[in-house]
């Protein structure tokens, strides 16, 4: 059924970093993955997206960051926007236009930021109204990670159980301002290579190589149990070494895919390295490393180890430069 009428709609949504890892799906059709993974979502960066549904319109039209989308960021977008389509029963194309306040380049996962700005303004320019939820079951298609960009603060995604996946959806477990002097220490790496498979193919062949996977996947629940429970007491002594030990196994996992997967370049590892001379000197976690599939390290700490930790790092070579970020809010219309 064609509609006629033009709508237009805006939504900005922000990137989050996992403290436990989505890697693997268990089904692809539905975009299920294997394990819970946990999050916070990031201040200040954005990604603005506006959705025009046009029925003048010959074709999609997407403009990422000003520029005509081709290949598969184009093809990422026109396959959402089908299922956008299905769902609201309209066959009119669209104009997307989507622009992130931070470089897109720089390997800080603006695919989850995109996604979930996207599943916000398609859906709503579609005339669909979805709740938080169903907008956090929409934007897992486009990217797994996009599902928990929808909520701020500390989210979970839960794998859930059913086939259907029904119980498979993002929730907020705490508010931003929930743990206020909770810091993440981003540190830009020089020379970050970019990505050249797609995180949803390479966790594929871990799922499918690494002996390493199957044990990683009886351990999650539990840290991701313990890591709940920390950030609910506000306990950086027990919540930073379930952080390295979560980062630990998901490289394990990486480095032990066939073809190997290595994300990391030699000033990452010595990010890594100087995280654990800093905790050893202390003879407590003062600070937490993580990374995703790229070469950039998230190091949290707490506002008062701040300086120390900062100096340390930005004082290793090949580092590109540090920025402070804390928890922010999820996605949100703009009016
Ligand atoms: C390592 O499927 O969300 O960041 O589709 O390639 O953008 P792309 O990524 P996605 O995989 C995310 C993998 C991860 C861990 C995580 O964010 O949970």
């Known amino acids: 059924m064609a509609r006629t009428t033009n709508r237009t709609a805006t939504y900005e949504a922000p990137p989050n970093i996992a403290l436990v890892k989505y890697w693997g799906v268990r089904d ?14 990031l201040e200040r960066m954005r990604s603005r997206t506006s959705v025009r549904f ?15 989308a081709s290949g598969g960021p184009r093809d990422g977008v026109v396959r959402f926007l089908d299922r956008v389509r299905t769902m609201a029963q309209r066959s009119d194309w669209a104009e997307v236009r989507s622009a992130n306040n931070f470089p897109t380049a720089s390997g800080l996962a603006s695919s989850a930021s995109g996604f979930a700005a996207l599943a916000g303004a398609a859906s709503a320019a579609a005339g669909l109204r979805l709740s938080d939820r169903a907008l ?63 995180s949803a193919d390479a966790m594929q062949q871990s799922v499918a190589t ?22 609910g007491d506000r306990d950086a ?37 100087e995280v654990r001379a800093l905790n050893r ?40 430069r540090t920025l402070v970020l804390r928890p922010g809010p999820g996605s949100r219309r703009i009016p």
């Not at 692809?28 to 979502?41: C, D, F, G, K, Q």
């Not at 490393?289 to 070469?295: I, K, L, S, V």
Request: proline residues 7%; charged residues 25%.
């Open 237 to 273: 002594d027990r919540l930073f070494p379930l952080v390295m030990e979560e980062c630990d196994s998901f490289r394990e996992v990486c480095e032990t895919t066939r073809p190997t997967l290595d994300y990391l370049t030699a000033t990452s590892r010595a990010v890594l390295g």
């Open 136 to 198: 956090s079951q929409l934007a897992r298609y486009g990217s797994g990670s996009a599902s928990r960009s929808i909520y701020g603060g500390f989210v979970e995604w839960r794998a859930g159980r059913r086939p259907d996946g029904r119980d498979c959806y993002a929730r907020p477990l705490y508010p931003p301002r929930h743990w206020p002097a909770l810091v993440d220490l981003v540190v830009l790496v020089e020379g970050a290579p970019v990505k050249e498979v797609r």
């Open 210 to 231: 690494s002996p390493a996977f199957a044990r990683r996947q009886r351990e999650v629940p539990a840290r991701l149990a313990g890591m709940r429970r920390a950030i």
């Open 54 to 68: 046009d029925s003048d319109l010959d074709d999609d039209a997407v403009v990422l960051n000003g520029e005509e």
């Open 28 to 41: 692809r059709a539905l975009a299920l993955p294997y394990n819970s993974s946990l999050s916070v979502t």
């Open 281 to 320: 000197e202390a003879g407590r976690p003062l600070a937490a490393y993580t990374h995703d599939a790229g070469a950039h390290v998230h190091v949290f700490t707490l506002d008062r180890h701040l300086p120390r930790v900062r100096r340390r790092i930005a004082g290793l070579p090949g580092i590109e």
